[in-house]
């Protein structure tokens, strides 16, 4: 029961985005006009330049793309869901939903960066295993502070004021993780590295758990 309210929740976020084709689509556009400025401002840059204008547009795509999760939804409507199912079952369905669309955008971002920028990936299995992960871990971090900043109505500011020095940091883990892959020689920590974001993406999901309930009673 507990898990098929969750995947019925997450069920509905696919079906509201698939009837808001224009949002999706909006994302789209958003993402290829970033990879395309980035090309026409450096053309096709050395490995570690491409590495980090990756990491740069992963995230600002993740800010338009799941930090709408919560933002979006009503007082009305989340007043709704209270009624039906606990906080926590509808804060991992809305992380669910934001990592697979997450991971999605990642894919259409990694295409183009390969089609317009080049791609000086060594490790095509390791990298695409970085990104994913640093997807999932960004999807997530920003899903928490949506809602956050949707219960404190206090929405872009909130969310610009918590989620990037928070972010800053994490990139620079996912940067150096993703050098593996477009580098000759890995580095020692890498590992290391690896279960410190997996780490913190436990963090953020038990912090979830133990937080958002307050927070959706008020």
């Not at 999807?139 to 928490?144: H, R």
Request: proline share 3%; net charge positive.
């Amino acid at each position: 029961m507990y898990l098929k309210q969750i995947l019925t929740l997450i069920r509905k976020d696919f079906l509201l985005e698939w009837r808001q084709k224009h949002t999706f689509f909006g994302v789209i556009l958003y993402v290829g006009c970033t990879v395309f400025v980035l090309y026409m401002m450096a053309g096709r840059p050395e490995s570690r330049i491409w590495n980090a204008l990756f990491w740069v547009a992963q995230l600002f795509v993740t800010v338009n793309t799941v930090a709408k999760s919560f933002l979006q939804e009503g007082e009305a409507r989340m007043r709704y869901y209270f009624t039906l199912v606990a906080p926590v079952q509808y804060i991992l369905a809305k992380m669910v939903y934001s990592l697979v669309l997450m991971i999605a955008m990642m894919f259409i971002s990694l295409l183009l960066f390969h089609l317009l920028l080049g791609s000086p990936v060594i490790r095509a299995g390791t990298f695409i295993g970085v990104a994913s992960l640093g997807a999932g871990s960004l999807s997530l971090l920003f899903t928490f502070l949506s809602a956050i900043a949707a219960q404190a109505r206090q929405n872009a500011a909130l969310m610009a004021i918590l989620g990037f020095p928070i972010a800053i940091p994490l990139l620079m883990v996912l940067s150096n993780l993703a050098l593996g892959a477009v580098a000759s020689v890995q580095q020692e920590s890498w590992w290391s590295m690896v279960w410190v974001m997996l780490g913190l993406d436990v963090l953020i999901l038990g912090l979830a758990a133990v937080l958002f309930p307050f927070l959706w009673k008020e």
